[in-house]
């Protein structure tokens, strides 16, 4: 379990990852003098907390609303500028505790990890590429990544080993949230696809239509669908296992091809459907009715889960103890 504080150890190595998924990932500038940074936005026993700190927070925090189709409004400025700030002061609470309780990162601990968030580009040259786009030095994200692995490894000895979810604990959430664990019915399904586009022109969408239309005989005919698919379908993922698109719940696929698939009987083959992606046959090939989860399925999940739950507020308890203790001031901007 990764213990989420303030975002940052959550943060720290998926904001280089996102920055390096490709030519649609947006470029979100730092914040300009006009927005009115201070020099210094806290300090924490002294240690102060930059305005180019604060502004790569906001920068990182700016690319990851971006990421979702997201922005960050003018209206929620102030609101947001002291959820970075009180992040930073967060984290450097923690940095300094690290330090008072003799916590440290080794060089092979650090080595390790920067390997990992590596794995992640195809290149090293997409790594480092996604390192300058966020303004960032390669020594400063191996001194971001220390310090992430050392307050880690705090909050590991400091509150996620001393958590113990007990069977009572269990017993009693899977009894009092029955509808947490219902499973609707799903389908397993196969589907032939020929895309077209629904802004397509009239003779583009007719041949397509027609091409559907004899793959459709030939099906009913008793060919063998998944080499049908296999040959035709221009959905590759599935195509290349015979069209097999798993098993899948209602409100997982697009309307029509919901409804279709769902109006099936096992081994039943459909007319031709047409959805925002072009034409389709499909074929259902299983089917599992709506069912309460037993709780030997969802044991260990559930013990994971009710201690994050617990985590998480230990946590926040941890820190707010930590900045009773200490020195914080906090500039408003």
């Not at 400091?158 to 609707?184: L, Q, R, S, W």
């Amino acid at each position: 379990m990764i213990l989420a504080v303030g975002g940052f150890l959550l943060s720290y190595q998926d904001g280089y990852a996102e920055s390096g998924k490709g030519k649609g990932s947006p470029d979100v500038k730092m914040a300009e003098k006009s927005e009115k940074v201070p020099d210094v936005v806290a300090t924490i026993n002294g240690v102060k907390i930059s305005g180019v700190e604060f502004s790569k927070g906001l920068q990182n925090y700016k690319r990851r609303l971006a990421m979702m189709g997201q922005e960050a409004t003018p209206e929620h400025s102030k609101e947001i500028n002291k959820t970075i700030v009180d992040d930073l002061v967060n984290r450097e609470l923690l940095i300094q505790n690290c330090s008072k309780t003799g916590i440290k990162v080794s060089d092979d601990e650090l080595n390790k990890e920067i390997t990992s968030i590596k794995s992640k580009f195809q290149t090293e040259e997409q790594f480092n590429q996604a390192v300058k786009s966020q303004n960032l030095t390669i020594d400063e994200v191996k001194s971001d990544v220390r310090k992430a692995l050392a307050i880690k490894k705090l909050m590991k000895n400091d509150i996620e080993d001393k958590i113990i979810v007990d069977e009572k604990a269990i017993n009693e959430y899977y009894k009092n949230n029955p509808d947490k664990f219902i499973e609707g019915e799903s389908i397993k399904a196969s589907h032939i696809l020929l895309m077209v586009d629904k802004n397509a022109a009239k003779d583009a969408k007719e041949t397509a239509k027609k091409k559907i239309d004899g793959l459709l005989i030939r099906v009913k005919k008793g060919e063998d669908f998944a080499k049908l698919a296999k040959e035709n379908s221009d959905d590759k993922g599935s195509g290349q296992n015979g069209g097999d698109l798993g098993f899948f719940s209602k409100g997982m696929m697009v309307p029509n091809f919901e409804k279709a698939a769902f109006s099936l009987k096992k081994d039943e083959v459909s007319e031709v459907v047409e959805t925002e992606f072009g034409y389709h046959i499909i074929k259902l090939t299983d089917k599992k009715p709506s069912r309460t989860i037993p709780q030997s399925e969802v044991h260990d999940r559930l013990k994971n889960f009710l201690k994050s739950m617990e985590a998480n507020k230990k946590v926040s308890e941890y820190l707010a103890d930590l900045r009773k203790k200490a020195d914080v001031k906090v500039i408003e901007f």
